[in-house]
Structure formats: C-alpha cells, structure tokens
C-alpha cells in the first residue's frame, strides 16, 4: 500500500507546466479538447498501479525513467486506445521527470495515439511488398465500406484507419494490424467480412501462431502445407572432437583480415599491452 501511495504522489515537487506543448504527429502541438486538457482527471486503476509497480522493479530506482514506454503503453490501454495530456502527466510524476521528457517520447513513437481513435484501430501498411500485392484495394474497400478517408474515424467511433509503414508481414501480403491483431493476406472481399464481424463485435480469433491469414492459410505456410522442418527439433550433440582442429594463431586472424603483417601486429598489441 505505502509502494502505491508514492506511485501517486510521486512528482508532487515538480514545477508547473505552462506554455504550448510540442507534439508531433497530425497535429505539430497539443490542441485542447473538451476531453484532453491539463485539468482533465487521469489515473491509473488499482489494478493497474499493481502493474505499475511491476514495470518500475524491473529497473534501479535511480533509472525510473527506464519505464515510460510501458507505463505509456499502459496508460494508452486503460484510456481506450489512446493518451490524453493527463495520462502523460501522470506518467512523468510516476517516474520523476518533467513532463516533457515523456511528451518527446510520446511524440517519437508512432505506437502512442495523442488523440481518440476508434474501438477498431486499423493500421494498414503500405510499403512496398504489401502495395504490390494489393493494399491499395484494401485501403479503397475500407474507405468506400465505412464512409471514411485515412486518418479519419467514423462517427460512430468504431473504426479507425491510419496507413502505415512496413509491419513486418512481408509473406501475408497485404494486411492491416488492428489493435494488436494482425489479419493477413487480404482481398477486398475479406475486408468486408471482417469489417462486418467487428460491427457485430465479433473480430475473428487469431490462429494458433498469433496471427490469421484471411485466406485460410496457417501462418506463413503455403497453399500446399507445410512441406518442410517436419521433425521435432532434437537436442544437438555436444562436440567432442575439438582438438582435431588446427590450433590457430591470434596474430595470423588479424593478418589475414588484413591488420597488417606479423611484425606489425606484434609491435601494435606490445604497445597496448
């Protein structure tokens, strides 16, 4: 109990802050809204703050700053996909820095959303291997689908669709990353099913490598299975048979990668020596 009552009183001998905020991404600053503003009330829960407490052990208490990026993510979870000015307060009192310190970590990273987005956050990557093989359908279907353009949500606050970088789902092209699932290998047919499921409040399960390939593919496998690494990985053998190898001179490594010749390898490592 005495751990969680510092956790909230932590920072308390911080100054004010006053002036614009510098952020980045849509917006170049903060921008008061009836919801996001200094005075609105933020806090963590008691469940939370037991996470919290979890998070900051994991590092000395001197380096307490070690953990803004998962408070922020979990203060982003508990607010409902996103960081309102108050939660970033909270995170700097927490760890004992001005808040501006956690501003430029919220604004570096595109994974902390400074403003309300909807229940079914949508991140559909656009780089190369996913444009190539259709992400540009995807993104039309979802736009004609819901009424909406990229970077916008609907009003009904459901969905909503931001392009991204590479997501790293090369082989599943193309996909979009909603909330923290990744649906892969996309048609514009599958889209809509999947847009139709989450209206229902039903996304589909992500498969049993924590991903779903929309075309009924495990993973990355092919259309014909998998075909190869059929075998449970065995324990490998310890080597035993390593003085039937050729001692080698340290000095001759360096030669051969070009340090320079014997006497001169041997001239700079006395000087170090």
């Not at 037991?50 to 900051?56: M, W, Y």
């Not at 190369?128 to 949500?153: F, W």
């Not at 099913?193 to 992500?206: F, I, N, S, T, V």
Request: glycine fraction near 8%; charge should be negative; hydrophobic fraction near 35%.
């Amino acid at each position: 109990v005495g751990m969680l009552s510092a956790l909230r009183l932590a920072g308390s001998r911080l100054p004010s802050r006053t002036g614009l905020r510098a952020m980045s991404g849509s917006n170049a600053s903060h921008i008061n809204t009836p919801d996001n503003l200094e005075t609105t009330y933020f806090d963590f829960t008691e469940e939370n703050y037991a996470r919290v407490e979890r998070i900051l052990s994991k590092y000395p208490s001197n380096y307490k700053q070690s953990g803004i990026i998962p408070l922020l993510d979990l203060a982003q979870r508990q607010a409902g996909g996103w960081l309102p000015l108050a939660a970033m307060d909270k995170v700097a009192k927490i760890v004992g820095v001005a808040p501006m310190r956690v501003y430029e970590v919220a604004t570096f990273y595109t994974m902390f959303n400074r403003e309300k987005v909807g229940k079914y956050f949508m991140q559909l990557c656009g780089t190369t291997p996913c444009m190539i093989c259709g992400s540009e359908d995807i993104k039309r279907t979802i736009e004609k689908h819901l009424g909406i353009k990229d970077g916008e949500t609907t009003p009904d606050g459901l969905f909503t669709l931001r392009e991204v970088e590479c997501l790293g789902a090369c082989a599943n092209a193309p996909m979009i990353q909603m909330n923290d699932d990744y649906y892969e290998c996309l048609t514009p047919a599958t889209t809509v099913e999947l847009l139709e499921a989450c209206k229902r409040g039903e996304p589909p399960r992500m498969g049993k490598w924590g991903s779903l390939p929309m075309n009924g593919q495990v993973s990355c496998e092919g259309p014909l299975g998998k075909t190869t690494l059929l075998d449970k990985p065995g324990i490998p053998p310890l080597r035993t048979d390593w003085d039937k190898f050729e001692k080698v001179d340290p000095v001759s490594v360096k030669v051969h990668m070009g340090y320079g010749t014997y006497e001169e390898t041997e001239v700079k490592d006395e000087e170090k020596a």
